[in-house]
C-alpha cells in the first residue's frame, strides 16, 4: 500500500496529482484506511500558493469518489439475493434492511448525500443501495451531488487554510483539516440528536432523517 500522503506532497507540482487524487478518491469510497481527505487537503493548500489548480483538484477527486461509489452499489447489486437469505425475517438485521429499503425510497436523495460526509456511513449507503436495487439514475444522480459537494468542501477547506497562512504550510494544512473535522462533527452531532429524538430507528443503520 503506498504512503498517499508522501506520494502527494511530491508529484504537488506534478499533473500526476490529479491521477493520484482520482485514485485515492475511488479507493476511499469502499476500502478502509485511505486517507482521501488529508490527501484532498494537502492539494487544496497547495492551491493556495498556485501549485495546483484548485478547480481541477475538486473535479478530479469528485470523479475519483463518484466512480468508487459505484463499486459498493454494484457488488450490492450483484449480491442482494446472497445478502437476503442472510437476513431472515424478524432479526434485528432483517429489520435494519427493510428501514434502510423504505429510507432509500422516501428520501434516497437526502440519505446518499449526507451519508457521503461519514466515512462509514458512505460505505453502507452505497453498499445497501445496490442490495434493494435502488434505481440506477436516481443513484448516480443523487451521488453525483454527493460526491461534488464532498470534494468541493474538502478541498476548499485546504485552499482557505493556504489562503491565510500561507507562510506556514503545516499550519495551513492543519487547519484545513480542522475545517473538515468540524463539518464532520456538526453532522455526527446532528445524528446523535436525531438518534435521541427517533428511538425506534435500528441499531447499527447511519440515521437520514432530512431536517424538520
Known sequence: ?????????????????????????LLDSF???????PVVII??????????????????TTVGAFLGDLVPYSI????????????PVGTKRRKAYDWFERELEARGGFVLVSTRF?????????GTAGVVRYPLRRFMMYVAI??????????????LGGVFFQENTLLAIGVGVGL?????????????????????EPEGVVTAQPPS
Do not use: C, H
Not at 3 to 8: H, M, Q, R, V
Not at 43 to 60: D, F
Not at 146 to 159: D, P, Q, V
Open 1 to 25: 500500500m503506498p504512503d498517499w500522503i508522501d506520494l502527494t506532497e511530491s508529484l504537488i507540482a506534478s499533473p500526476a496529482l490529479y491521477a493520484v487524487l482520482i485514485a485515492v478518491s
Open 31 to 37: 476500502l478502509p484506511l485511505i486517507p482521501s481527505e
Open 43 to 60: 492539494a487544496g493548500v497547495a492551491g493556495a500558493t498556485g501549485q495546483t489548480n484548485i478547480m481541477l483538484v475538486i473535479v478530479a
Open 76 to 87: 450490492g447489486r450483484l449480491m442482494g439475493t446472497r445478502v437476503l437469505k442472510r437476513l
Open 118 to 126: 461519514i466515512p462509514v456511513g458512505r460505505y453502507l449507503a452505497t
Open 146 to 159: 454527493s460526491t461534488s459537494t464532498w470534494s468541493a468542501y474538502t478541498a476548499l477547506s485546504g485552499y
Open 180 to 200: 473538515a473535522f468540524a463539518v464532520t462533527g456538526v453532522v455526527e452531532f446532528a445524528r446523535y440528536v436525531r438518534r435521541r429524538r427517533s428511538p425506534a
